[in-house]
């Protein structure tokens, strides 16, 4: 029989996915319980440097993904106006090679699709709202809004930035509107050929108060993709994105590059998300309950690695669990928030300062971090 404790994850976005993933990997009965009815290939693109391949590999899905994504050679910053190269970060075999896996970028929808189908589909629950939870017994009890009831010995709330356990453990409080959107749009490569210019695999075009970051997101480099930084002081629409259109875009880029003019005239769709954040958290768990990542570290996604600390959040939380033992749970998550806090807490500001590889640095601290190899730092006593 098996003694492990059961664990429920909430969210099966990309932290609760790769959580759920690793603990049924390792033996824990775990049910995964979502929101949505379903998932559907969102128009968005995603970075998953070498950080974030490694856990993949542990999930059974890099060479898949490593087969669907596009593999720049370079990060390259440049002005966005004169098109001057700011930064030349060298990824590609380099990366391979100094930080121990591939640097892609691909389709979020095709990656989400890959981390749900590593799930057990039948401890997979969609529709599934949790709205409460109780945690004052031997067993956590999550309500959800269908009506429905479900226990579990303990609960990680990887719920997003809008966190129902993040609630739960610290109170009511929205996140932090940062004063920037982001515009997001896929172009058809097709379209871009009628131009004599240089669409590059990885680039992110600058000017002090915004920017443009553009990848491909499929390896055939069919799909373009860019997402912006845009200040706008207010957002008060009250959904996660609405519409924008060509002509916001060619308002808020205007004397901008013609490769960046070339995106904006090929744009057929393009939405406007507002960018969210909150400070660090004084608080990560408590009792049976543990949150990870936008739930506790919500962040500007200017280094492209927000979803990278949510999955390498969840390797590290299963890492403590083995290391310390399950039925020691509060020093487990003791011991996952002394290796993760650091480190969550330096992307978050980075991020939002907004200088990640806008000159030439050395991104090895953020790439060659290895979650499952990195020795472990013991918490401080209280
Ligand atoms: P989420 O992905 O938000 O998942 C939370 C899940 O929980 C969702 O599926 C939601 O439906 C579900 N849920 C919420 N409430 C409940 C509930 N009450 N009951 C049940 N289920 C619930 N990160 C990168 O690493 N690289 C990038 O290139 C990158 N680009 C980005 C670009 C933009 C414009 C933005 C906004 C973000 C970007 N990020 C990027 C950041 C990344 O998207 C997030 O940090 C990441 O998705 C966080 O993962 P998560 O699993 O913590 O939360």
Same mark, same amino acid.
């Given at each position: 029989m098996n003694d492990k404790p059961t664990i429920a994850v909430i969210g099966a976005g990309l932290g609760g996915a790769a959580a759920g993933a690793l603990l049924q990997q390792a033996g824990y009965p775990t049910k995964v319980f979502e929101q949505a009815p379903a998932f559907s290939r969102l128009g968005a693109g995603i970075h998953l440097g070498p950080n974030v391949m490694k856990v993949m590999r542990r999930i059974g899905i890099e060479d898949r993904l490593n087969a669907m994504g596009s593999h720049p050679d370079f990060w390259f910053s440049r002005d966005g106006m004169t098109g001057e190269y700011q930064s030349r970060i060298p990824l590609g075999e380099f990366a391979r090679r100094e930080y121990g896996a591939a640097y892609i970028t691909v389709h979020r929808g095709d990656l989400h699709a890959l981390m749900v189908d590593a799930l057990d589909p039948a401890r997979l629950h969609f529709d599934k709202r949790l709205v409460d939870v109780d945690d004052n017994g031997d067993k956590v009890v999550m309500r959800f809004a269908d009506g429905t009831s479900e226990k579990a010995d303990l609960v990680i709330g990887?719920?997003?930035? &809008?966190s129902r356990i993040r609630e739960k453990l610290l109170g009511p409080e929205a996140p932090i509107y940062s004063g920037w959107v982001a515009h997001r749009a896929i172009i058809s490569a097709d379209k871009l050929?009628?131009?004599?210019?240089d669409f590059e695999a990885c680039v992110k075009w600058w000017s002090e108060d915004r920017h443009m970051m553009v990848y491909f997101v499929t390896g055939d480099e069919k799909e373009y993709y860019y997402v912006t930084g845009v200040p706008e002081p207010?957002? &008060?629409?009250?959904?996660?994105f609405i519409d924008s259109s060509r002509e916001e875009m060619r308002e808020a880029f205007k004397g901008y590059h013609p490769v960046v003019q070339a995106l904006i005239d090929c744009t057929e769709k393009v939405t406007k998300w507002p960018l969210l954040e909150r400070s660090p958290l004084p608080l990560w768990h408590d009792n049976r309950l543990v949150l990870l990542g936008d739930a506790c570290h919500p962040m500007k996604p200017h280094m492209a690695q927000g979803a990278a600390m949510a999955i390498e959040d969840a390797a590290m939380l299963v890492r403590c669990l083995e290391e310390v033992g399950a039925d020691r749970y509060r020093q487990a998550f003791e011991l996952y928030k002394a290796n993760r806090f650091e480190r969550a807490s330096r992307v978050q500001k980075v991020s939002h300062d907004n200088t990640w590889l806008r000159h030439d640095e050395d991104p090895s601290w953020v790439f060659g971090y290895d979650v499952f190899e990195e020795p472990l730092k013991q918490p401080q006593p209280a």
């Open positions: 990887a719920d997003g930035v &809008n050929a009628a131009y004599d210019l207010e957002w &008060n629409h009250g959904t996660s």
